[in-house]
Protein backbone atom coordinates (compact mmCIF):
# COMPACT_ATOMS: atom_id res chain seq x y z
CA UNK A 1 0.00 0.00 0.00
CA UNK A 2 1.04 3.70 -1.00
CA UNK A 3 -1.21 6.61 -0.39
CA UNK A 4 -3.32 8.89 2.24
CA UNK A 5 -4.37 6.18 5.04
CA UNK A 6 -8.09 7.22 4.90
CA UNK A 7 -7.97 7.08 1.14
CA UNK A 8 -6.76 3.61 1.30
CA UNK A 9 -8.54 2.35 4.22
CA UNK A 10 -12.43 3.49 1.97
CA UNK A 11 -10.16 1.42 -0.74
CA UNK A 12 -9.69 -1.77 1.54
CA UNK A 13 -13.09 -2.15 2.81
CA UNK A 14 -14.27 -2.16 -0.97
CA UNK A 15 -11.23 -4.47 -1.80
CA UNK A 16 -12.26 -7.07 1.09
CA UNK A 17 -15.30 -8.43 -0.19
CA UNK A 18 -14.05 -9.14 -3.34
CA UNK A 19 -10.82 -10.64 -3.02
CA UNK A 20 -11.66 -13.20 -0.11
CA UNK A 21 -10.10 -14.01 3.05
CA UNK A 22 -6.54 -14.40 2.02
CA UNK A 23 -5.76 -10.46 0.90
CA UNK A 24 -2.96 -9.34 2.99
CA UNK A 25 -2.40 -4.95 2.71
CA UNK A 26 1.04 -4.83 3.35
CA UNK A 27 3.26 -1.64 3.23
CA UNK A 28 5.25 0.84 5.34
CA UNK A 29 4.99 -0.20 8.88
CA UNK A 30 3.21 3.54 10.06
CA UNK A 31 0.86 3.36 7.01
CA UNK A 32 -0.36 0.06 7.41
CA UNK A 33 -1.04 0.62 11.14
CA UNK A 34 -2.57 3.92 9.97
CA UNK A 35 -4.82 2.03 7.96
CA UNK A 36 -5.86 -1.01 10.55
CA UNK A 37 -7.11 1.89 12.88
CA UNK A 38 -9.39 2.72 10.26
CA UNK A 39 -10.36 -0.55 9.38
CA UNK A 40 -12.77 -2.50 12.15
CA UNK A 41 -11.97 -5.57 10.02
CA UNK A 42 -8.40 -5.58 9.83
CA UNK A 43 -5.89 -6.21 12.33
CA UNK A 44 -2.33 -6.05 12.21
CA UNK A 45 -0.74 -9.53 11.64
CA UNK A 46 3.19 -8.99 11.06
CA UNK A 47 5.94 -6.56 11.17
CA UNK A 48 8.97 -7.55 9.13
CA UNK A 49 12.35 -5.84 7.62
CA UNK A 50 12.54 -5.26 4.17
CA UNK A 51 15.82 -5.71 2.91
CA UNK A 52 17.34 -4.83 -0.11
CA UNK A 53 20.00 -4.30 -2.05
CA UNK A 54 20.49 -2.31 -5.68
CA UNK A 55 24.49 -3.43 -6.00
CA UNK A 56 26.37 -6.98 -6.33
CA UNK A 57 27.61 -7.85 -3.08
CA UNK A 58 30.90 -8.80 -4.59
CA UNK A 59 32.25 -11.30 -1.70
CA UNK A 60 34.40 -14.42 -2.74
CA UNK A 61 32.14 -17.35 -2.23
CA UNK A 62 35.03 -19.96 -3.35
CA UNK A 63 33.33 -23.26 -4.98
CA UNK A 64 30.64 -24.43 -2.06
CA UNK A 65 27.30 -22.55 -2.96
CA UNK A 66 25.43 -23.48 -6.34
CA UNK A 67 22.11 -23.93 -7.45
CA UNK A 68 20.77 -27.38 -6.58
CA UNK A 69 19.32 -29.80 -8.83
CA UNK A 70 15.12 -30.69 -8.56
CA UNK A 71 16.56 -34.10 -7.75
CA UNK A 72 17.95 -32.47 -4.47
CA UNK A 73 14.54 -30.77 -3.11
CA UNK A 74 13.64 -33.42 -1.22
CA UNK A 75 16.80 -32.50 1.10
CA UNK A 76 15.89 -28.84 1.40
CA UNK A 77 12.67 -30.01 2.22
CA UNK A 78 13.86 -32.07 5.07
CA UNK A 79 16.41 -29.16 5.76
CA UNK A 80 13.69 -26.90 6.35
CA UNK A 81 11.03 -28.94 8.29
CA UNK A 82 14.35 -29.19 11.05
CA UNK A 83 15.71 -25.63 10.83
CA UNK A 84 12.78 -23.25 9.81
CA UNK A 85 9.90 -24.91 9.78
CA UNK A 86 7.78 -21.77 9.25
CA UNK A 87 9.05 -21.03 5.66
CA UNK A 88 7.10 -20.11 2.88
CA UNK A 89 8.91 -21.10 0.32
CA UNK A 90 8.79 -24.77 0.05
CA UNK A 91 9.97 -26.95 -2.57
CA UNK A 92 7.70 -27.20 -5.61
CA UNK A 93 5.42 -24.87 -4.34
CA UNK A 94 4.72 -22.09 -7.80
CA UNK A 95 6.79 -19.43 -8.13
CA UNK A 96 9.51 -20.96 -6.04
CA UNK A 97 11.68 -21.09 -8.53
CA UNK A 98 15.11 -22.65 -7.55
CA UNK A 99 17.43 -23.57 -4.37
CA UNK A 100 20.91 -22.61 -3.90
CA UNK A 101 22.78 -25.27 -1.21
CA UNK A 102 25.97 -25.31 0.21
CA UNK A 103 27.28 -28.79 1.16
CA UNK A 104 30.16 -30.15 3.98
CA UNK A 105 33.02 -32.29 2.44
CA UNK A 106 30.83 -35.40 3.34
CA UNK A 107 27.93 -33.81 1.05
CA UNK A 108 25.39 -33.10 4.04
CA UNK A 109 23.60 -29.94 2.93
CA UNK A 110 24.17 -26.97 5.50
CA UNK A 111 22.48 -24.16 4.39
CA UNK A 112 19.72 -23.10 1.96
CA UNK A 113 18.06 -20.42 0.39
CA UNK A 114 15.54 -19.65 -2.18
CA UNK A 115 14.84 -18.19 -5.31
CA UNK A 116 11.36 -17.19 -4.89
CA UNK A 117 8.69 -15.02 -6.50
CA UNK A 118 11.35 -12.73 -8.43
CA UNK A 119 10.06 -10.57 -10.61
CA UNK A 120 11.66 -8.94 -13.79
CA UNK A 121 12.98 -6.27 -11.77
CA UNK A 122 12.92 -7.56 -8.21
CA UNK A 123 15.10 -10.95 -7.22
CA UNK A 124 13.31 -12.34 -4.35
CA UNK A 125 15.30 -14.26 -1.53
CA UNK A 126 13.43 -16.76 0.77
CA UNK A 127 13.70 -19.86 2.38
CA UNK A 128 17.55 -18.97 3.89
CA UNK A 129 18.35 -21.20 6.91
CA UNK A 130 21.10 -22.76 8.27
CA UNK A 131 21.30 -26.36 9.81
CA UNK A 132 21.61 -25.52 13.85
CA UNK A 133 24.57 -27.69 14.48
CA UNK A 134 26.41 -25.80 11.16
CA UNK A 135 25.49 -22.31 12.66
CA UNK A 136 28.18 -19.37 13.51
CA UNK A 137 30.63 -20.56 10.15
CA UNK A 138 29.26 -17.59 8.17
CA UNK A 139 27.73 -20.30 5.73
CA UNK A 140 24.45 -17.93 5.28
CA UNK A 141 26.17 -15.06 4.34
CA UNK A 142 28.47 -17.20 1.74
CA UNK A 143 25.15 -18.48 0.40
CA UNK A 144 23.74 -15.12 0.60
CA UNK A 145 26.42 -12.99 -1.51
CA UNK A 146 26.07 -16.24 -3.95
CA UNK A 147 22.41 -16.19 -4.12
CA UNK A 148 21.66 -11.80 -4.20
CA UNK A 149 24.92 -11.56 -7.01
CA UNK A 150 23.00 -14.08 -9.28
CA UNK A 151 19.64 -12.94 -9.20
CA UNK A 152 20.83 -9.19 -9.37
CA UNK A 153 22.25 -9.89 -12.98
CA UNK A 154 19.88 -7.63 -15.15
CA UNK A 155 17.54 -6.49 -12.30
CA UNK A 156 17.32 -3.60 -10.32
CA UNK A 157 17.57 -5.12 -6.73
CA UNK A 158 17.13 -8.07 -4.77
CA UNK A 159 15.19 -8.18 -1.47
CA UNK A 160 14.26 -10.22 1.08
CA UNK A 161 11.63 -10.18 4.21
CA UNK A 162 13.21 -10.89 7.63
CA UNK A 163 11.52 -11.23 11.44
CA UNK A 164 13.42 -8.47 13.93
CA UNK A 165 13.47 -11.24 16.55
CA UNK A 166 16.02 -13.08 14.13
CA UNK A 167 18.78 -10.52 14.96
CA UNK A 168 21.40 -12.45 13.81
CA UNK A 169 19.86 -12.62 10.09
CA UNK A 170 19.28 -9.05 10.44
CA UNK A 171 23.16 -8.17 11.21
CA UNK A 172 24.14 -10.88 8.41
CA UNK A 173 22.22 -8.77 5.50
CA UNK A 174 23.43 -5.48 6.99
CA UNK A 175 26.96 -6.69 6.77
CA UNK A 176 26.41 -7.45 3.06
CA UNK A 177 25.20 -4.33 2.64
CA UNK A 178 21.23 -4.91 2.27
CA UNK A 179 19.47 -1.02 3.27
CA UNK A 180 16.30 -1.75 6.19
CA UNK A 181 13.04 -1.19 5.80
CA UNK A 182 9.87 -1.41 8.33
CA UNK A 183 7.28 -2.87 7.22
CA UNK A 184 3.90 -4.47 8.21
CA UNK A 185 1.04 -6.92 7.02
CA UNK A 186 -2.57 -7.05 7.96
CA UNK A 187 -5.34 -9.33 8.01
CA UNK A 188 -8.84 -10.04 8.62
CA UNK A 189 -9.73 -10.77 11.91
CA UNK A 190 -11.42 -13.87 12.55
CA UNK A 191 -14.57 -14.71 14.07
CA UNK A 192 -15.08 -16.71 16.97
CA UNK A 193 -16.49 -19.46 14.57
CA UNK A 194 -12.86 -18.99 12.22
CA UNK A 195 -14.98 -17.42 9.69
CA UNK A 196 -13.49 -13.81 8.95
CA UNK A 197 -15.60 -10.75 9.44
CA UNK A 198 -16.73 -9.15 6.05
CA UNK A 199 -16.89 -5.10 5.11
CA UNK A 200 -19.51 -5.09 5.45
CA UNK A 201 -20.40 -6.51 8.64
CA UNK A 202 -18.01 -4.29 10.68
CA UNK A 203 -19.55 -0.97 12.30
CA UNK A 204 -18.74 2.20 10.35
Known amino acids: MSGDPDALAALVREAI ?14 LVAA ?5 PELELSARFAWMEITEPVGGQVGN ?16 LDE ?22 SAGRLLAVAADAWSTDEIGFLAGV ?6 RGRGLAATLCTFAADELLAGRERVALLADYSNVAAVATYRKLGFDLRRVAAARQISRPDGSRRAARDAPR
Request: proline share 14%; aromatic share 12%.
Open 129 to 134: TTRPDA
Open 17 to 30: PEVGTTFRPFGPED
Open 35 to 39: VVARV
Open 83 to 104: SFPDSYARPGQPRVHRWAGVRD
Open 64 to 79: GPRWLGEDEWPEVTAL
